[in-house]
């Protein structure tokens, strides 16, 4: 019988796919989905830092913010990974050194083949609406309005959300100095679809979505990031947290839900996500879809 394919949760948006035999020499396939491993001191988290990571074949990065990308540089100095994402991941991740051989710029519309018989196509997606909050909103909270607000009032919102990020504290204007890699924004989201010899996983690392796209894809399973404003479209959701992820189901059409990004990663700034009301929505548009919370390292059987 064939091993089966494990996901482990490294907190945030990370995960670690490991997919039995897949690699060339018939060794296991090690795919980091994101990177970001370090925490706040006393921050939800495994508890390891990207210094700790001495096994990856591949890490796809689905955006450039310090919490999916930083730690990208360390795990492929050390594993000889390599990382696919946008040219502003590749740009910052060529600023620290990392070889040229082991970075795969990407836009939107590649299909890559990273095992035996695995790809991974990556499609153009949407950061959240970072910029129309401060803290997080718990998952029930309905939030409405901030339609139509033009580049140049996000960017004022988001330097206002950068300033009130810096007074949570001495220990998180550390962290937010180690891990700042001069990202020029977000680059540009991604989600990636990876097929499988045992089943097709769709994974998202911040909520936000073209629906265009998400309704053609029908993946058996999907990571959906569950934090912050939503973003349908370019626009924040008119509804809440719950509501979002419930309709992203809805276009997916998965068996199976992986919640990411819903830890109390960055406290003051996240929230521990009350997934009940994700549950309670999911249950009204998707019935039949299995909604799973995995805990960190807990090697989750990925296609079940
Ligand atoms: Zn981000």
Not at 180 to 192: E, I, K, L, M, T
Request: aromatic letters at 8%; one cysteine or more; charged letters at 20%.
């Amino acid at each position: 019988m064939r091993a089966t394919a494990t996901l482990d949760w490294y907190g945030c948006a990370t995960f670690r796919l490991v997919l039995p035999g897949e690699r060339e020499d018939g060794r296991d396939l090690v795919v980091f989905l994101d990177a970001y491993v370090d925490r706040v001191p006393g921050a939800a988290g495994p508890g390891l830092r990207a210094e700790d990571i001495d096994r990856a074949d591949w890490a796809v990065i689905g955006h450039s913010h310090f919490d999916h990308l930083w730690g990208a540089e360390r795990i492929a100095r050390q594993t000889g990974a390599t990382v696919v994402g946008s040219h502003e991941s590749v740009r910052i991740l060529d600023g620290e050194g990392v070889p040229t051989a082991q970075l795969l710029p990407v836009a939107g519309g590649e299909r890559i083949r990273i095992g035996r018989e695995t790809h991974v196509s990556v499609f153009p997606s949407l950061h959240s609406c970072v910029w129309s909050h401060q803290g997080m909103a718990q998952a029930h909270e309905v939030c409405l309005g901030d339609l139509r607000v033009d580049w140049h009032g996000r960017q004022a919102r988001m330097g206002d959300l950068f300033s009130w990020v810096a007074s949570l504290g001495d220990e998180t204007r550390a962290h937010l100095r180690a891990s700042d890699q001069g990202a020029r924004g977000d680059g540009g989201a991604f989600v990636y679809l990876f097929e499988t010899p045992q089943g097709s996983l769709l994974y998202q690392d911040t909520s936000g979505h073209w629906s265009g796209i998400l309704q053609d894809l029908r993946p058996d399973v999907a990571i959906l990031a569950a934090a912050g404003r939503g973003n349908v479209d370019g626009e924040p959701v008119q509804g809440s947290l719950a509501q979002f992820v419930a309709r992203q189901a809805s276009l997916l059409k998965p068996g199976r839900v992986v919640l990411g990004h819903h830890d109390d990663w960055l406290p003051g700034f996240s929230v521990a996500t009350d997934t009940k009301p994700i549950r309670e929505e999911l249950g009204r548009w998707l019935p039949r879809c299995e909604l799973v919370e995995t805990g960190y390292l807990a090697a989750l059987e990925v296609f079940g």
